[in-house]
């Protein structure tokens, strides 16, 4: 009996302790990010999916405007353009243009649609971008994770803003093809609502060019991720938020992989890129047809795929080019081919695939590719060089790498995702473009 007695105060004593541990402190422990579904058993009738995305939006909304505003371990301050001053307004307004398949010439395709909350504002499932109609491209999505950092965008650095850039994709013949500037603002002009979100985000100044520009910029500006593990390590002087692997992945970062010599760290902060553009021999060996991976793996429906010649795939590429020189492509000086914009590795892990044409699918593929020294080629940087690293200093560089995922990452995406998409019903005046758009006045 009194054994008995023993072990149900034992019990008692446990029992707080047990539901203790589960109790969540308030953070946001939901697993948003990730590669969209688990496919598996998707032909029964049983399968629910499991991304996000395709079912019932939903997510939490959140303040952005405080990743801005406040500096973030790891991080700057986020620099605000004089004519562009931030606020929650025009975050809000940005957002939702940023998630409405109607700014697309057919109503299918947004912004969100390429920058994938769930898999780190880009997208894992495809190598390279897919605009409407299934028009490809010959570029990975980049993440936009960070982007209020970025001297140069896109990856041949042919912006300089990010209030100018948002027309690339809006006016590109192979993304949202939309025929102009004009045409595009006239559109939101006759969706209701926009009218009132304008004047409230930009008082007086109405639905225009420039404050279209500085809305999803204001957005985009938003998407700020620090205070990752490493940063609490290294900036915050926890030393026992990572492990030993990962300081010594570290070392090796910064050491025998030279990769600092891109991916900068500073003394108070790291952006973990330098603002330049490198040639690192991919492009180069993409135009010689050195690439030993003759074939991408297409997604053809949920669980099923089909490995496709690259050739293929190429004849039907909407810019029509057989290769890709890089910042060239903007200034045709012959030094500049297959030169291309530094990534960003913060949030690495969740940004799959990589490179500017999405050509590895795994961090383990990259550390490879730059530990066996490059394509050579007489434009390659003279950084890229062999660097000989061992089995376990290319897997304490890996957990390393895993180490940057920005803290408040959930944050972000449960507060994208619960955004609407747009009115895609058939009461929307410019469904399809049925409207007459003011033709027939």
């Not at 203790?20 to 999916?49: A, R």
């Not at 810019?319 to 012959?334: A, F, M, S, V």
């Not at 940057?404 to 399809?432: M, Y």
Request: charged letters at 25%.
């Amino acid at each position: 009996m009194s054994e008995l007695l023993c072990k149900l105060k034992i019990l008692v004593f446990l029992l707080p302790l047990f539901f203790l541990s589960s109790v969540s402190l308030g953070e946001d422990n939901t697993v948003y990010s990730g590669p969209g579904d688990n496919k598996d058993g998707y032909d029964t009738n049983k399968y629910i999916t499991n991304s996000l995305s395709l079912e019932e939006r939903k997510g939490k909304k959140s303040d952005l405007i405080q990743y801005v505003t406040l500096k973030q371990l790891g991080l700057p301050a986020v620099e605000i353009p004089d004519n562009n001053p931030i606020s929650r307004e025009k975050i809000e307004l940005g957002k939702k243009l940023f998630f409405d398949r109607r700014l697309s010439l057919n109503n299918t395709v947004s912004c969100g649609m390429c920058h994938v909350p769930e898999q780190g504002f880009t997208n894992n499932e495809i190598k390279t971008a897919v605009g409407i109609e299934g028009r490809s491209n010959l570029r990975n999505t980049p993440t936009l994770l960070n982007i209020a950092f970025s001297k140069f965008l896109f990856h041949d650095a042919r912006e300089f803003s990010l209030e100018n850039q948002v027309w690339q994709p809006v006016l590109a013949h192979s993304e949202m093809a939309m025929p102009s500037f004009g045409f595009t603002i006239k559109k939101l002009q006759l969706i209701p609502g926009y009218k009132k979100l304008f004047n409230k985000a930009f008082p007086n100044e109405g639905i225009n060019m420039e404050t279209f520009g500085k809305a999803i910029a204001s957005y985009e500006r938003s998407l700020v991720s620090g205070n990752s593990k490493f940063d609490k390590w290294y900036y915050g002087g926890d030393k026992n938020i990572v492990n030993e692997k990962v300081k010594k992945g570290f070392d090796v970062f910064m050491g025998k992989g030279n990769c600092s010599s891109c991916h900068a760290v500073g003394e108070k902060s790291a952006l973990f890129f330098d603002n330049k553009l490198h040639n690192t021999g991919i492009g180069y060996a993409e135009s010689m047809g050195l690439l030993k991976n003759k074939k991408t793996r297409v997604q053809l429906a949920p669980g099923e795929y089909v490995e496709v010649d690259n050739n293929i795939i190429k004849s039907v590429n909407q810019q029509k080019r057989k290769n890709d020189l890089g910042l060239y492509t903007i200034t045709e000086n012959p030094s500049h081919r297959w030169l291309f914009k530094t990534a960003g590795l913060r949030n690495i892990s969740l940004t799959a695939p990589y490179m500017h044409n999405g050509i590895f699918a795994t961090l383990d593929e990259v550390i490879d590719f730059y530990n066996e020294g490059g394509f050579q080629n007489e434009l390659l940087s003279p950084m890229i060089r062999k660097l000989n690293l061992s089995s376990l200093e290319k897997e304490n560089l890996k957990l390393f790498l895993e180490s940057l995922v920005g803290e408040n990452i959930n944050i972000l995406i449960s507060d994208a995702i619960s955004v609407p998409v747009g009115d895609l019903t058939k009461d929307d005046p410019n469904w399809a473009n049925d409207s007459d758009m003011g033709y027939n006045k």
